[in-house]
């Protein structure tokens, strides 16, 4: 494999570089990152909900579809830039939103962002992230933020004033969690929210000496106990906290009035995140949103529900081409991104991979992921024989397997 060229402050330990070489494809990250990260650190990333039926059905869709090239076509002077929101960015992927992200990789948000910087891509940085906005926005304009709200007015309204006075141009809401899901495999793995120091995560730690060294001890001694930073106006309590879950009440009441009072008093672009039904992206877009994300919050939600790429055609024509149609959960290589491309998204955004990158290599490692999958999305756009993604449809698609389901 062709060696990763990384800016001088972005290049990785010798260490990183030996585990960086074993990553062929976005799926290898996640097997380096099992042997790196403590058990419970990486069980928390890798899980879902429940019987995991989500997650799996994530991948299981983007299978379903085959891809039908047009051969002998020039494609040399092709192209994978795209333009969401006016901006330009160098692929049509971008880092999705990661909570406890500084858990797995050492300033975790931080290396996200400045990572997605040099790569050219937008990252969207998560409400449930241990170090704080102003600081991620100040290192890296342009940076977007998810926010989870309650369903309280004057919450809201103070949260919004904190994000807009961080600079922060991109509000992302994720409406899919209005209260936290059955994550048994969580406990069957030792996490735990607030996180519990047991004798077992003690020992995952020992047996992982990289991670208990060069993340967590390094995060202690500089940083202090890591705290919830984000989620409200006031800097939350600390990771091994008891009061943990008081900290976040009333999502479960938040309500479509509390849509319309973010877009009265919000002047950035405003995306909303977790959109699976035609209904609830028409309600969307009557509210005025600037965009919404199809997601099953990457299968760590509710149990059973479609993969995002199953509703998205019906979505994309409920919207109508008035507002960009994201997508996110269980992209992984270039095909699956011209797949969801072809069947209407604007843009697609992947967190686990990047997670795990960040994990094993820093911002080398982010550069290395981001680099693996545009030069998929590259070789694979001269294969199928064009030279833009404005030429995708679904012409270049032929379903193998399964029904194409109607939500």
């Given at each position: 494999?062709?060696?990763?060229?990384?800016?001088p402050d972005?290049?990785?330990?010798?260490?990183?570089?030996?585990?960086l070489?074993?990553?062929?494809?976005?799926?290898?990250?996640e097997?380096?990152?099992?042997?790196?990260?403590?058990?419970?650190?990486?069980?928390?990333?890798?899980?879902?909900?429940?019987t995991?039926a989500t997650?799996?059905?994530?991948?299981?869709?983007?299978?379903?579809w085959?891809?039908?090239?047009t051969?002998?076509?020039?494609?040399?002077t092709?192209s994978?830039?795209?333009?969401?929101?006016?901006?330009?960015y160098?692929?049509?992927?971008g880092?999705?939103?990661?909570?406890?992200?500084?858990?797995?990789a050492?300033?975790?948000?931080?290396?996200?962002?400045?990572?997605a910087?040099?790569?050219?891509?937008?990252?969207?940085?998560s409400?449930?992230?241990?170090?704080?906005?102003?600081?991620v926005?100040?290192?890296?304009?342009?940076?977007?933020?998810?926010?989870?709200?309650?369903?309280?007015?004057?919450?809201?309204?103070?949260?919004?004033?904190?994000?807009?006075?961080?600079?922060?141009?991109?509000?992302?809401?994720?409406?899919?969690?209005?209260?936290i899901?059955?994550?048994?495999?969580?406990?069957?793995?030792?996490?735990?929210?607030?996180?519990?120091?047991?004798?077992r995560?003690?020992?995952?730690?020992?047996v992982?000496?990289?991670?208990?060294?060069?993340?967590f001890?390094?995060?202690?001694?500089?940083?202090g106990?890591?705290?919830?930073?984000?989620s409200?106006?006031?800097?939350?309590?600390?990771?091994?906290a008891?009061?943990?879950?008081?900290?976040?009440?009333?999502?479960?009441?938040?309500?479509?009035?509390?849509?319309?009072?973010?877009?009265?008093?919000?002047?950035?672009r405003?995306?909303?995140?977790?959109?699976l039904?035609?209904?609830?992206?028409?309600?969307a877009?009557?509210?005025?949103?600037?965009g919404?994300?199809?997601?099953?919050?990457?299968?760590?939600?509710?149990d059973?529900?479609?993969?995002?790429?199953?509703?998205?055609?019906?979505?994309?024509?409920?919207?109508?081409?008035?507002?960009?149609?994201?997508?996110?959960?269980?992209?992984r290589?270039g095909?699956?991104?011209?797949?969801a491309?072809?069947?209407g998204?604007?843009?697609?955004?992947?967190?686990?991979?990047f997670?795990?990158?960040?994990?094993?290599?820093?911002e080398?490692?982010?550069?290395h992921?981001?680099?693996?999958?545009?030069?998929?999305v590259?070789?694979?756009?001269?294969?199928?024989?064009?030279?833009?993604?404005?030429?995708l449809?679904r012409?270049?698609?032929?379903?193998?397997?399964?029904?194409a389901?109607?939500?």
């Open positions: 494999m062709t060696s990763v060229a990384f800016p972005a290049r990785p330990g010798r260490g990183a570089t030996r585990r070489r074993r990553v062929l494809s976005l799926d290898d990250f097997a380096v990152a099992r042997s790196f990260l403590p058990r419970p650190i990486f069980g928390y990333v890798a899980g879902g909900s429940e995991c997650l799996r059905d994530n991948r299981t869709a983007f299978a379903e085959a891809m039908l090239p051969t002998l076509v020039d494609t040399s092709r994978q830039k795209r333009t969401l929101f006016g901006i330009d160098s692929s049509p992927f880092i999705s939103p990661v909570g406890f992200s500084a858990l797995s050492y300033r975790g948000d931080l290396v996200l962002a400045q990572g910087r040099r790569a050219g891509i937008p990252m969207i940085m409400g449930a992230s241990l170090i704080r906005l102003e600081d926005a100040s290192a890296v304009p342009g940076v977007w933020f998810q926010a989870y709200l309650p369903g309280d007015e004057r919450t809201i309204l103070a949260m919004l004033d904190r994000i807009e006075r961080a600079g922060i141009g991109t509000l992302v809401l994720t409406v899919d969690m209005p209260v899901s059955n994550r048994e495999n969580n406990h069957r793995t030792g996490f735990s929210a607030p996180l519990n120091p047991t004798p995560l003690a020992w995952d730690g020992l992982r000496p990289r991670w208990t060294v060069g993340t001890l390094h995060t202690i001694v500089r940083h106990m890591p705290h919830f930073e984000n409200t106006v006031e800097r939350g309590p600390a990771i091994v008891r009061n943990l879950a008081r900290h976040m009440p009333n999502r479960d009441r938040l309500d479509w009035s509390h849509v319309d009072l973010i877009r009265k008093h919000w002047s950035g405003f995306v909303i995140k977790g959109i039904t035609p209904g609830d992206a028409t309600k877009r009557e509210s005025g949103v600037d919404v994300i199809v997601s099953n919050h990457g299968g760590r939600q509710m059973c529900l479609p993969s995002p790429l199953r509703v998205l055609p019906d979505i994309v024509n409920a919207i109508g081409g008035a507002i960009p149609v994201m997508l996110d959960s269980g992209v290589r095909t699956d991104v011209l797949k491309l072809a069947l998204a604007d843009f697609v955004f992947l967190g686990r991979p997670i795990y990158a960040a994990a094993i290599g820093g080398a490692g982010v550069a992921a981001h680099r693996l999958l545009a030069e998929e590259d070789r694979d756009m001269s294969l199928l024989g064009i030279i833009s993604l404005s030429q449809s012409r270049h698609l032929m379903r193998i397997a399964g029904e389901g109607t939500v």
